[in-house]
């Protein structure tokens, strides 16, 4: 009986089977699972493993062929369910039998499957995923394009890049922090006023650790809303951290070190809670940061409540776009993209550093236009960034064209003063025209006066 066994071989010829099966029907009681291995997959069965048969390897292939003659599973097909993608169907095997071996072999046969067709849709989803994530920063925020393309760069940043949004109140700045926060693989959100060194770093509940928002954020984005409100004191943490990837615990007979190394995404309200004055010289002593804390921040964007002219634009892309919310497997698909591209290692091309160092001493050269000064971390923050450009696109090196989005990136955040001028020269336009009109109509009323007179 051994002998007919050792015989069922996927080489053995169909006469060979048949010769084999009719010796093993002469034999009392012997198991019919013999007999439902020689014979053939019915057509459903058959296409069913050729599609599983893409995503495993022969060996892992031919044991699921056996499962199937065998009757010990079944195969329906599901999907992702996606809304941002085109939905691919994918086959799932179903047990038939609680049979243990059977159980833990066909999750790891659809583990597999599933992570393939994952891998498959990332690349499908990487030419578009900078439009399409982007759509999810915050949709109901009307402008603010710049920030919120800084805050979807640094998901992809694998090493750490601090942003901070400074600026009035309501402006958006904290629904840019909770996408982000939602978005990230590894992320914790936390408010400066109510957040203690202990709540920063750690506590200890009797035999019990309890991570801060520092540790609980390692190799993530750590989110912080209203940073100015966090007490000076309690800023000790948050500073090493930011720069050397770790903190401390010290109470007592308890010192224990923690891993933080945390990409910070900050906001924070100006001294006074809102920029008054029109002029930058104003706005840079209302700044609510010592030099310690502000030039730690790679990218820092200056966030003022819209003049009356950029409100009536505002109003009118509110009314003329239709955002949609982001679909749950969908958020879950963007969510593991992130961390899947995370993976990817990108190298700088040496044949752009001289555009670095253009951009640099352009820079510097323009300083006293800028409300911070610039330094090597924010060079760094160029490169960081042009990097996490290319991750998206899950290209292993940077482009020029990621180094120009970077560039009208840092652009934006920095000459703070020609903007201003650009929002004046828009209110100037506004009084004009408002006068001239004013003027108009006195014209014609004293026309109308004259003609009845």
């Known amino acids: 009986m051994e002998r007919i066994k050792n015989c069922i071989v996927e080489e053995a010829s169909f006469e060979t089977k048949t010769l084999y099966a009719r010796q093993i029907l002469r034999v009392p009681g012997e198991n019919m699972n013999i007999i439902r291995l020689l014979l053939p997959l019915s057509s459903k069965k058959k296409t069913d493993l050729e599609n599983i048969s893409q995503y495993l390897d022969p060996e892992d292939a031919k044991k699921v062929k056996n499962f199937l003659k065998l009757g010990k599973i079944g195969v329906s097909y599901k999907s992702l369910k996606l809304t941002i993608l085109k939905d691919t169907e994918f086959p799932y095997l179903d047990p038939a039998q609680e049979d243990p071996e059977v159980l833990s072999t066909i999750k790891t046969y659809n583990d597999v499957i599933e992570q393939s067709v994952r891998e498959k849709k990332y690349l499908e989803f990487a030419p578009t995923a900078h439009e399409k994530i982007i759509e999810f920063i915050a949709p109901h925020i009307v402008g603010m394009d710049f920030v919120k393309e800084a805050a979807m760069i640094q998901l992809f940043s694998k090493e750490k890049i601090h942003v901070l949004l400074l600026g009035d109140p309501g402006t958006g700045k904290t629904d840019i922090l909770r996408a982000v926060s939602d978005l990230a693989p590894i992320s914790s959100f936390g408010l400066g006023s109510g957040t203690s060194a202990v709540g920063l770093t750690a506590a200890i509940k009797g035999k019990e650790v309890v991570k801060g928002l520092l540790p609980m954020a390692d190799n993530g984005i750590c989110c912080v809303d209203e940073l100015n409100l966090m007490k000076s004191r309690d800023r000790g943490s948050l500073l090493n951290a930011m720069e050397k990837g770790f903190v401390t ?16 995404l900050a906001t924070a309200n100006p001294k006074g809670d809102k920029f008054v004055g029109r002029t930058p010289d104003t706005w840079l002593q209302q700044i609510p940061f010592d030099t310690a804390l ?37 958020s879950l698909f963007i969510r593991d993209f992130i961390e899947y591209s995370l993976m990817l290692d990108v190298a700088f091309d040496e044949k752009l550093k001289s555009r670095v160092v253009d951009f640099a001493a352009k820079l510097k050269k323009d300083e006293e236009d800028f409300l911070v000064d610039i330094s090597p971390r924010i060079v760094l923050g160029v490169i960081r960034f ?7 696109n899950h290209r292993n090196k940077i482009e020029e064209s990621d180094l120009k989005k970077v560039f009208k990136i840092f ?3 920095l000459y703070v003063k020609n903007q201003d001028k650009k929002r004046s020269k828009q209110t100037l336009s506004k009084n004009k025209s408002k006068l001239k009109k004013s003027s108009q109509k006195k014209t014609k009323e004293k026309v109308k006066q004259g003609d009845k007179k």
Request: proline share 2%; aromatic share 12%; hydrophobic share 40%.
């Open 249 to 264: 615990y010290d109470k007592g007979s308890k010192h224990v070190k923690f891993d933080a190394r945390i990409s910070l």
């Open 294 to 330: 502000l030039t730690r921040f790679h990218l820092v964007f200056f966030i003022r409540k819209p003049t009356d002219v950029e409100f009536i634009n505002i109003a009118k892309k509110i009314a003329s776009d239709r955002k949609k919310n982001l679909d749950l497997n969908d």
């Open 386 to 392: 042009a990097k996490a450009y290319a991750r998206i």
């Open 411 to 413: 652009e934006n955040s």
